[in-house]
T-cell receptor, first 113, second 116 residues
Framework: SQQGEEDPQALSIQEGENATMNCSYKTSINNLQWYRQNSGRGLVHLILIRSNEREKHSGRLRVTLDTSKKSSSLLITASRAADTASYFC?????????????FGTGTRLQVTL | GAVVSQHPSRVICKSGTSVKIECRSLDFQATTMFWYRQFPKKSLMLMATSNEGSKATYEQGVEKDKFLINHASLTLSTLTVTSAHPEDSSFYICSAVGTSGVYEQYFGPGTRLTVT
């Protein structure tokens, strides 16, 4: 069953604004990852944050992790129309890639000009 | 970065027929591959975990006789949807992890299956 819940389910912003998506999960994790999916396409890995990390940056992306609240957020700064996509968080409970990656429900982001 | 391919990208078949979807890791060896199913505007649901040379492990509720998985080599896994029905229409995505123990999974571009 899905572990993560994301909110909002859909987000519409204008180009240049920041977009924040939140993810909550239920069990303890080893790491949490964020993925992007363009409509009808596969997933692209954006960023991974380990359970002992609190914040991570990659370009215009900023991810936070609060293990006490079992939540994470993805911030996209200075959004562009090309950022329009669905964004999913995914958690891995155990170390090692052979353990399951469980996806959240996703946030559909629309960035308008 | 690592590349995972899927073939075909789209397939339309008639009810009752079987369809095979291939997943290949192009520039790395994948000891483990995962098969996901995604309904429109929904998240990815893990169907099964496939390890090279052994039987796949299916998630609860996934019919192993209907969704046959074969991980014959370190670069190829196949998913065969047997006796397909319209409700099997979906987007199927495979994912592979390498032997080097990196944390990331690499995802294929997906296969859109439509059963008429």
């Amino acid at each position: 069953s899905q572990q993560g819940e994301e909110d909002p389910q859909a987000l519409s912003i204008q180009e240049g604004e920041n977009a924040t998506m939140n993810c909550s999960y239920k069990t303890s994790i080893n790491n949490l990852q964020w993925y992007r999916q363009n409509s009808g396409r596969g997933l692209v890995h954006l960023i991974l944050i380990r359970s002992n990390e609190r914040e991570k940056h990659s370009g215009r992306l900023r991810v936070t992790l609060d293990t006490s609240k079992k939540s994470s957020s993805l911030l996209i700064t200075a959004s562009r129309a090309a950022d329009t996509a669905s964004y999913f968080c995914a958690t891995r409970r155990l170390s090692g890639t052979a353990s399951k990656l469980t996806f959240g429900t996703g946030t559909r982001l629309q960035v308008t000009l | 970065g690592a590349v995972v391919s899927q073939h075909p990208s789209r397939v339309i078949c008639k009810s009752g027929t079987s369809v095979k979807i291939e997943c290949r890791s192009l520039d790395f060896q994948a000891t483990t591959m995962f098969w996901y199913r995604q309904f429109p505007k929904k998240s990815l649901m893990l169907m099964a975990t496939s390890n090279e040379g052994s039987k796949a492990t299916y998630e609860q509720g996934v019919e192993k006789d209907k969704f046959l998985i074969n991980h014959a080599s370190l670069t190829l896994s196949t998913l065969t949807v047997t006796s397909a029905h319209p409700e099997d229409s979906s987007f199927y995505i495979c994912s592979a992890v390498g032997t080097s123990g990196v944390y990331e999974q690499y995802f294929g571009p997906g296969t859109r299956l439509t059963v008429t």
